[in-house]
């Protein structure tokens, strides 16, 4: 299993009201890897694929949103797996502990997903800081929940990329970003696009 992690919003940023996380959970990474490729070749000149390595979401045309997203939905065996949390909701106690807010997410995420079903998992993210943990003590974390406790022999790897060289990042963005639309903005376009590939969403508030 491949999972694809990515985030929207900020959690201490006054600015955004919302904070989104994003699983996209699959298989067989190669179809989105691909649609990248596809869509930046479909809707970029030869000029400016060169000069750009990675589109983000919030600077793409709704062309070539709209392109990326109506194809993303062609392609089979993914799912989504989504959360969010509003910043009013963090209490008090948790303020200044964005690194163990978002490892507590991660670890709901995966077991929304059903993580524990699969024998060999590559939790792929984008390489960040992560303020109030480091990153081995969350990745000793993740393992410990989803891998050290099960009987049976169990391959769990963290990986933490530079987006720009993955493009399954680069797929998470863009689901991120219609997730993010919808809860920040009021704004559901993007997301009824990809609906039908969100298994499951829901409020992280209870987690903290």
């Not at 062309?63 to 062609?74: A, D, P, R």
């Not at 699969?118 to 390489?127: E, Q």
């Not at 997301?191 to 039908?196: H, R, W």
Request: hydrophobic share 40%; proline share 2%.
């Amino acid at each position: 299993m491949y999972i694809f992690l990515d985030e929207a919003g900020n959690l201490t940023d006054d600015k955004d009201d919302h904070f989104v996380l994003t699983g996209i959970f699959t298989l067989n990474p190669k179809p989105l890897r691909k649609l990248i490729r596809r869509t930046r070749k479909a809707k970029l000149s030869s000029r400016n694929r060169r000069k750009n390595s990675e589109i983000k979401a919030s600077k793409a045309t709704d062309k070539y949103k709209k392109y990326l997203y109506e194809h993303l939905m062609k392609i089979n065996n993914f799912e989504v797996f989504a959360l969010y949390l509003k910043v009013s909701d963090i209490p008090l106690h948790m303020k200044g502990k964005e690194g163990i807010i978002y490892l507590r997410m991660t670890e709901e995420l995966l077991k929304l997903g059903l993580v524990e079903k699969y024998n060999n998992v590559n939790l792929i993210m984008d390489h960040r800081s992560l303020k109030g943990i480091t990153q081995n003590a969350f990745n000793v974390a993740i393992y410990e929940e989803f891998a050290a406790s099960f009987k049976c022999p169990k391959l769990f790897n963290v990986y933490h990329v530079d987006s720009q060289k993955d493009k399954g990042i680069q797929i998470c963005d863009f689901v991120t970003h219609a997730v993010y639309q919808k809860y920040q903005r009021q704004n559901a376009d993007w997301y009824k696009m990809i609906e039908n590939k969100i298994a499951k969403i829901e409020d992280a508030k209870n987690l903290l």
